[in-house]
């Protein structure tokens, strides 16, 4: 059987696309002053830098 075998790795997917969608209707401030097409590539690099 492949796929999602436990729910928290339903939950940890489901968590990341949530943040990946909202990165790019721009709800969050990292990603908010770049071109649409370029933020989840910028908040990614700013994010990584942060950490």
């Known amino acids: 059987?492949?796929?999602?075998k436990r729910l928290?790795?339903?939950?940890t997917v489901s968590a990341g696309h949530a943040l990946?969608?909202?990165i790019r209707r721009g709800h969050y401030?990292?990603?908010t002053h770049t071109?649409?097409?370029l933020r989840l590539?910028?908040?990614f690099t700013e994010l990584?830098?942060?950490v």
């Open 35 to 37: 071109d649409p097409h």
């Open 41 to 43: 590539a910028a908040a």
């Open 8 to 11: 928290r790795s339903a939950r």
């Open 20 to 22: 990946v969608q909202n």
């Open 48 to 50: 990584a830098a942060a």
């Open 29 to 31: 401030d990292p990603a």
């Open 1 to 4: 059987m492949r796929g999602l």
